[in-house]
């Protein structure tokens, strides 16, 4: 066997909805050159050991997406992963089909949740009435117009960011990261009509719903970086409406709180959150809380530096700053 050649053991999820009762793993071991895609393995079971084998793919070059799964519990392309750098850090390759969708067959899932999540907020063009297109030719943009897209363009909507994503695992209401990448596309698009209505109605469908984890930017594949997008979406959505909501109150009392004293004054966060009857309702919780850190009755004394603190937020406020 060549040096460059390795045994590679390869635990596949198996599940035929129409005759297995539960799902399974099935172990293949392949020889491969250390630089071959997983998908290229995947491909190779399914041709010479196991052609009942279900997966989707297509392109083969990191451009349609098709193979989003997850390799040894991350959420990425089966076609931009070489099977070396998995054996060497995990000693085997573990493929399950994407998470947050149903599973059809094997590693193939249904993305009809995903994309009706996607079109909810409709994320294409709304032409401006006042403002329509010019007929038969091109509608130019300034270089700083299209900057202000960021990456969201290189998007292929493979769903890695969508199977990664524990917002879209627990509540059924969030859109997912790359809906929400997808629609401040268009939120900055001087071409778009709707730019001020997509702002107030999305703080009602989902936005604050994010965990600011960020497995989604540390899943895509383009490099897309959707949660820096979703806090861009915030931050535009605060501006034009205010804060409407529990999620963009606590953030914004989250900032004061800090920038007051330099510490969290938990108390004082709860009333900036919550009206009286919500906050009221937050009491037992409070208690626990109160006996475990007595010192939160108190709230946070002003911390040394505390003008350090005040630096920073002038400059984040001051727009000459701001990336």
């Not at 997406?65 to 070396?84: D, E, F, H, Y």
């Not at 990456?151 to 890695?160: E, L, V």
């Not at 001020?196 to 989604?216: F, N, S, T, Y």
Request: a neutral charge; proline letters at 10%; hydrophobic letters at 35%.
């Amino acid at each position: 066997m060549s040096a460059d050649v390795i045994s590679v053991p390869i635990d596949v999820y198996r599940f035929d909805p129409a005759q297995d009762r539960a799902p399974r793993y099935q172990r293949y071991t392949l020889d491969l050159p250390r630089h071959t895609p997983v998908l290229s393995a995947l491909l190779k079971i399914r041709t010479d050991l196991d052609p009942s084998l279900s997966l989707r793919y297509s392109c083969r070059s990191s451009i349609c997406g098709s193979c989003a799964m997850v390799i040894n519990s991350k959420s990425r392309l089966a076609c931009q992963t070489p099977v070396g750098p998995e054996v060497e850090r995990y000693g085997r390759i573990v493929i399950d089909p994407m998470r947050n969708l149903p599973v059809l067959r094997d590693l193939v899932v249904e993305m009809a949740p995903f994309w009706g999540r996607y079109r909810k907020l409709e994320p294409h063009l709304i032409p401006d009435p006042n403002h329509p297109m010019p007929e038969g030719r091109e509608n130019p943009m300034t270089p700083a117009e299209v900057e202000r897209f960021k990456t969201t363009p290189r998007c292929i909507a493979c769903g890695s960011c969508y199977s990664a994503c524990p917002a879209v695992e627990h509540d059924p209401e969030f859109p997912g990261p790359m809906a929400l990448a997808k629609l401040y596309r268009f939120v900055v698009d001087p071409r778009d009509g709707a730019h001020q209505d997509r702002l107030v109605r999305i703080q009602a469908e989902g936005l604050w719903l994010c965990l600011r984890c960020h497995l989604c930017t540390e899943s895509c594949p383009k490099e897309v970086a959707p949660s820096e997008r979703i806090r861009d979406l915030k931050e535009m959505a605060i501006a034009v409406q205010g804060a409407t909501e529990h999620g963009s109150r606590h953030a914004v009392g989250f900032k004061d709180n800090i920038r007051d004293r330099g510490l969290l004054n938990e108390l004082k966060l709860v009333r900036q959150t919550y009206n009286p009857l919500e906050a009221l309702a937050q009491l037992p919780q409070g208690l626990k809380i109160a006996r475990k850190k007595p010192e939160t009755l108190r709230g946070p004394r002003t911390i040394e530096g505390q003008a350090e603190v005040e630096a920073l937020y002038e400059a984040l406020d001051d727009p000459k700053e701001a990336p």
